[in-house]
């Protein structure tokens, strides 16, 4: 048993900004991770961050929220999203005064280059590493700010006394066991849940678990219908190529060699948003126009000397997983599960509806991305609203002192829960519905959706929750190490997720940002201009809705 | 192989570990190749100027090569890993930098000393040996077989790695003085840490830490029934030869393992004598093996 | 495909180590890690390795093939299987094993803490916006920045194993980032860090880190970086340092290595007493150079122009670097000194 007053779960930008902030207010702090806080999946970003730092001509953080919010086919909260466009240049020069690496002007300042939809070149960028360039900066500082970190440990479940959260239970990976982790403020920063879907950039690790944590003990999940799919992944492994090769000038070809984009998108071409493009990616696939299932990245027109010193990850990534130099041949990309929009809804400063409770980055939904997120945001949202919500959770704790009663029998009731896991000697390996809910997800709630689909999809879900619950076989059956376990809890997360984002796609009859209905092709502002909650019902996923938050920009017709 | 070189023998190989000059010499004549000497030739800087004054050690080298071609030299054979490495490294540098060659050459204009303009490879004479028509002559002129002597190869960290530099052989698995064991009639003795490191560099700063290197080949070589070791480094030669007693001691273990400097081995198959490549310089005495060699003992 | 792998592994529970030979099918692309993986979910469950992100960024999945530590994920298995070979798949070196392929990190990370591993802004009030700084001064780190901590440099260190407390390639890469990022102000007290018993000094430049480094960060050479920056700053109490002066100072006065000199200015007067015997048995041999009449090179004076000449670039080179970063123009929190 541990108690620190305020503890993060996950160790991402999100989390370990916000465990610094958390420290500068003077409370005790203690992060608990399943993976070693630098092999966190911020780390594979690569692209760039986003801020109207006007380094690369006129800009303005008005100008950024615009463009974020119709990013969002409207759906965004403007509130939301105008606080993290003004607050944005604030983070960046932050990040620069802790060291970050970023790429420079000819005059010494933090480079930009244009991005996905983004309208002005806003996008700061470390070569075309920026994730684990800012994630290493992050973890430098969160080791100087002396805060506890427990590596591999794995959170199972929250802790609440009937009110409030009052911690975790965790299981410790190393040496095994359930251990409780008391705590007055909870910040759950566990990331996406892209491994549900064939296909996807997503690390092993992005399964969903603290969305899946937080639904359980009855915080609502938003938006969980809308998952990006990011344009240019690798064929072999769905790994990444940033968009950042667009942005350095690569073109986007089809089997005819044209650049096929601006069919779709007669002004931005290549730098269309994402949901545009890989939808449009997709259509040339499927009619005929793909080269085995993949469009063209074409970078060569760029010349070694630029590729090597902007996208001389990208090259080594096409090289070891394409077999491809991009400097001598295009790279064949296509479409896959990359970012997921939807979580655990929070307001500005990452508090949930439970107190005690708070959220940030990916696993959370402000939102600030509505329908559909702008490439460099995702970076941007995890330093600013890591750096918010844990302010917020450590001004509470000093606030309102401690927090609630951490049962001591939590722990006990977990580690019955692992011990009916490993004694189960009877049932399927969980392997076998890892790859039935990833095919399932990738036919039938991906880019482009319908109702027949979804409806197979959900009872697909249904089917896979119940043969998961009847039992499934963990072989290693030892406490010292166990990722077999871990895996098999793991897939647990990524069922109840599945379903809640089926079940929020089958509702929504209507096509905004990445949401694609073959059915319902038009946006419906009328009926749909709203958020959709996924409430924990017995098991089962019940939904509610809530309006959008308009300020400035009323919902326009949106087209690149 | 090619039918002349700029010869570097490097510092060790002129001073301490002169035999290894003198052996060189010897097996070049035999080989048909022809050595030229280098007149102004200085230090490479060894990995103590290349670390400590990176510029300084670039100049140097930059110097050496530039010699070399001035004697209309196209390749530049060392006899030592850290030589080779340190002057393909500089190597390497000036010549995928032509403004840095420009920099460097405008700094040697100004002490008077010749420039460089790019046009030498530098190789190890055992690299020169060890395939293709080098290893053909080595074949022929090895007309005393080294018959009955197990032979442990010890390659030193710098004649293998980093391979990107180096590149001769497989890092990991080189073959290279297995071949030429064999060529010159002995049997080679494998044993895991034949690729590792001796030491030297830090025997005299930190003498614990290297003598926990040092004793692994010698140990291992050893074990594997090894009568004695070869190596085609002057710096890995010193450690395993003259420090062979402090890692004795060390382990508690004796070893007893004459060392051959490469053109040692290669010489004694050619019916070089005992003084011609002056084994009394060793401090672990090779008679034990020269005996049998020389009288068939 | 067919890929059958021996694979050591290691049973804490029952203190237990055996070898295990594994043959599965597996698709034409597939990597060392994506066979573990069909290992793990096909056949045993309990064969246990760390993994996350299979693009080589995030680090998890180092371990060894061969002897040669390498990244999993980054590791094509067809040319393993066209060559017909059965490697060996064992945890990454000088690391304990806490099971199968998954080692003990922690000693890893407290070497990396133990060098101050965030900047050191020198308690100096930042600029409001960023420092101005170029893009060839950061590219001085680039390559340092790299590095993804994987641990496969470690795995191999020849002086790590002899000497289980050097700090090591990893970490000490990533205090070569800080010594050259011209906005960290930590100087001589940072330095001093690595100038320790198990700092810069203790690497036996075996070359092993630079060779299996996946991310080309190439430790041995930040090591030197670090051991230059050192060195130029006149900070020359260890031993290793003595050793390097020793080389500068032979090749200025005779154009070689003064061999006799080495042993008396690194190991200090006390020691060299007690290395009497030792060298009276190198003389035995003939191995102890004439220090009276000691070698000298031709054309010795372009060699110690030279030496002067790169002297006063490299003075100028290290005044620079520790001028410390840019602020911007017209900047509010401008110290009264730069007005």
Known sequence: MVRHDVVVVGAGLAGMRAAIEASRYGVDVGVVSKLHPTRSHSGAAEGGINAALGNAGEDDPQKHTFFTVKGSDYLGDQDAIAVMCEEGPGDIYELEHMGAIFSRT???????????????????????????????????????????????????????????????????????????????????????????????????????????????????????????????????????????????????????????????????????????????????????????????????????????????????LAMDYAGVDPIEEPIPVRPGSHYHMGGIDTDVWGHTLMPGLYAAGECACVSVHGA??????????????????????????????????????????????????????????????????????????????????????????????????????VQDKGRDFNTDLIQAIELGSMLEMADCLVTGAIARTESRGAHSRLDYPERDDEAWLRHTLAFYDEGQVRLDYRPVTITEYEPAVRSY | MKSSYAYYPGCLASLSQKELDTSTRAIADKLGMTLVDIPGFTCCGAGDVHEARPEYYLHLNARILGQAEQLGQDTLMTICNVCTLNLRQANAKLQADPELLRRVNRNLKEVGAASYSGGVDVRHLLWEIAEGDGYEKLKQIAEKPLTGIKIAPFYGCQILRPSRLLGFEDPDRPQSLERIIEACGAEPVDYPSKIKCCGFPIVLARAEVALGELIQPLAEAKEAGADAMVTPCPLCHLSLDAWQGKASREADMEFDLPIFHLAQLVGAAAGLSYDELQFKRHVVKAYPVTDKIYQGV | MQVTLKIERYNPEADESRQETFSVDVVEEATLLDVLDVIKDEVDGSLTYRKSCRMAVCGSCGMRMDGAAVLACKTPMRPVVEAGEVPVISPMGNLPVLKDLVVDMEPFWAKFRAIKPYLDDGGEEPPVKEWRVQQEELDRVMTEALCIQCGCCVSECNSMEADPDFLGPAALAKAARFVNDVRDRGGKSRLEIYNGPHGVWDCTRCYFCNQRCPKGVHPRDAIAKVGAAIYQEGMHSDGGARHAKVFVKSTHQTGYLLETHLVPETVGPVNAIKEIPFALRLARAGKVPNPLKPHKAKKLDEVRKLNKLIESQEQATLEAANAGPTRPPADPAQSKESE
């Open chain 1, 106 to 316: 000819d005059d010494g300042r933090i480079a930009q280059r244009p991005f996905g939809a983004g309208g002005a070149p806003r996008t700061c960028y470390a070569a075309d590493i920026t994730g684990h360039v800012l994630l290493h900066v992050l973890y430098e500082q969160l080791v100087k700010s002396g805060v506890t970190v427990y590596e591999e440990w794995f959170a199972l479940d929250l802790v609440t006394d009937g009110e409030r959260c009052v911690g975790v239970t965790a299981w410790d990976l190393v040496r095994g066991g359930v251990q409780g982790v008391e705590a007055s403020a909870v910040i759950m920063a566990t990331g996406g849940l892209g491994r549900m879907y064939r296909g996807t950039t997503n690390a092993y690790a992005c399964t969903g678990d603290g969305m899946s944590m937080a639904w359980r003990a009855g915080v609502p999940l938003k938006d969980m219908e809308f998952m990006q799919f990011h344009p240019t992944t690798l064929k072999s492994n769905g790994v990444l190529i940033t968009e950042g090769a667009r942005g350095e000038g690569g073109y986007l070809r089809n089997s005819e060699g044209d650049r096929f984009m601006f069919n779709y998108a007669p002004n931005a071409g290549e730098l269309a948003s994402r949901d545009v493009v890989s939808r449009s990616e997709q259509t040339e696939i499927d009619e005929g126009r793909g080269v085995d299932g993949c469009v063209l990245l074409d970078l060569t027109h760029l010349g070694a000397k630029r590729i090597n010193e902007r996208l001389h990850g990208s090259r080594e």
């Open chain 1, 372 to 473: 559909n997120r702008l490439g460099g945001n995702s970076l941007l949202e995890t330093v600013v609203f890591g750096r918010r919500t844990g302010a917020a959770a450590a001004q509470d704790v000093r606030r309102n002192g401690s927090g609630g009663v951490f049962s001591p029998s939590a722990a006990a009731i977990a580690e019955r829960s692992i011990g009916r896991m490993l004694d189960t000697n009877d049932g399927e390996r969980p392997h076998v519905l890892r790859q039935e809910l990833a095919d399932a997800m990738y036919d039938n709630a991906g880019i482009f959706r319908s109702a027949e689909g979804l409806e197979a999809c959900k009872a697909k879900v249904e089917e896979l929750r119940e043969r998961y619950d009847r039992g499934v076989v």
